[in-house]
């Protein structure tokens, strides 16, 4: 598989493409709670992953409001 430089997010990029504080994120991804990878001291995300975690999220946050 080849993934596209393009595909990879830096903490920055994802803050701005999600639309949350970087501290947020940080938080959220020490956590555990969005998809991305610690390499080094940097956080690096996939935005196909992310954009299928948003999908799955959203799709969860339905169902257990339909429930």
Do not use: C
């Not at 994802?14 to 959220?28: C, G, H, M, P, Q």
């Not at 991305?36 to 954009?51: A, L, N, P, S």
Request: cysteine-free.
């Amino acid at each position: 598989m080849t993934v596209n430089q393009d595909n990879i997010l830096t903490i920055e990029e994802l803050a701005v493409y999600l639309k949350i504080s970087k501290s947020s994120l940080y938080k959220l991804a020490q956590k555990g709670e969005v998809p991305g990878q610690k390499v080094g001291k940097h956080w690096r995300f996939r935005r196909d992953i992310i954009d299928q975690w948003m999908a799955e999220s959203t799709s969860a946050t339905k169902r257990k409001d339909e429930g």
